[in-house]
């Protein structure tokens, strides 16, 4: 699984590095915003204490985005790893979802649990830069048992909806450290993965959670 995941990591930047070589510019800026920022989706995931070394990865972050309305930088106080989402972000706060029984047998189906990532590395999608990391098995097991619970539940649609073609549950284990509100990101934050894209910022381990969040986790 290690083996793969990493294959996986590898293959995707790689694809990346190849479209911005065709691409030079940050092609169009988005007509919408990526995400309705002032919505909530119900989620699973955890929200780590913030390592010395992913501190120092989110500052040099902030600091290439500085000035520019376009990169949206996850806020420190706001790291988290999606274990898996259940719908997309649909609830006006503190509008209480509906029909929650299904869903929270299925969490307290694998809970209580500590999720662990470890071999964190950058992982580069065209507009956006991803923290990536390695399950330690017992996460990778339950995260497959809570999908298929899901799946075979009332839930099943609005997961669907939510991941579109993506198999599920989805391969990565990862955080968004960068989304750009264009097509592609621009050099500077394309440099900054080539230089960093060997680099590898340790590992997080803490409780899972399910809660009702904005696209970020800062709320």
């Given at each position: 699984?290690?083996k793969t995941l990493n294959a996986l990591y590898?293959?995707?930047s790689s694809c990346t590095l190849a479209a911005?070589?065709?691409?030079?510019?940050?092609?169009?800026?988005?007509?919408?915003?990526?995400?309705?920022?002032?919505?909530?989706?119900?989620?699973?995931?955890?929200?780590?204490?913030?390592?010395?070394?992913?501190?120092?990865?989110?500052?040099?972050?902030?600091?290439?985005?500085?000035?520019?309305?376009?990169?949206?930088?996850?806020?420190?106080?706001?790291?988290?790893?999606?274990?898996?989402?259940?719908?997309?972000?649909?609830?006006?706060?503190?509008?209480?979802?509906?029909?929650?029984?299904?869903?929270?047998?299925?969490?307290?189906?694998?809970?209580?649990?500590?999720?662990?990532?470890?071999?964190?590395?950058?992982?580069?999608?065209?507009?956006?830069?991803?923290?990536?990391?390695?399950?330690?098995?017992?996460?990778?097991?339950?995260?497959?048992?809570?999908?298929?619970?899901?799946?075979?539940?009332?839930?099943?649609?609005?997961?669907?909806?939510?991941?579109?073609?993506?198999?599920?549950?989805?391969?990565?284990?990862?955080?968004?450290?960068?989304?750009?509100?264009?097509?592609?990101?621009?050099?500077?934050?394309?440099?900054?993965?080539?230089?960093?894209?060997?680099?590898?910022?340790?590992?997080?381990?803490?409780?899972?959670?399910l809660a009702l969040v904005n696209y970020n986790?800062?709320?």
């Amino acid at each position: 699984m290690i083996k793969t995941l990493n294959a996986l990591y590898d293959s995707t930047s790689s694809c990346t590095l190849a479209a911005w070589a065709q691409d030079p510019g940050t092609g169009a800026t988005r007509s919408k915003p990526r995400y309705a920022k002032d919505k909530y989706a119900l989620a699973t995931g955890i929200t780590p204490p913030l390592s010395p070394a992913i501190a120092t990865l989110l500052q040099e972050l902030h600091t290439l985005a500085a000035g520019d309305p376009l990169a949206d930088v996850m806020p420190a106080s706001a790291l988290h790893f999606t274990f898996l989402a259940v719908t997309d972000a649909l609830y006006d706060r503190p509008q209480p979802p509906q029909e929650l029984a299904s869903l929270k047998a299925a969490f307290m189906d694998i809970a209580p649990q500590t999720v662990t990532i470890s071999d964190l590395r950058l992982v580069a999608l065209p507009d956006q830069l991803l923290l990536a990391g390695t399950p330690d098995a017992v996460s990778l097991a339950r995260r497959q048992h809570f999908a298929d619970a899901l799946l075979a539940s009332p839930w099943k649609a609005a997961l669907m909806q939510r991941y579109g073609n993506t198999p599920l549950p989805p391969p990565f284990w990862h955080s968004t450290l960068v989304r750009y509100e264009a097509a592609r990101l621009p050099v500077r934050f394309r440099e900054f993965f080539e230089d960093q894209r060997t680099s590898r910022f340790g590992g997080v381990s803490a409780p899972l959670m399910l809660a009702l969040v904005n696209y970020n986790w800062s709320k």
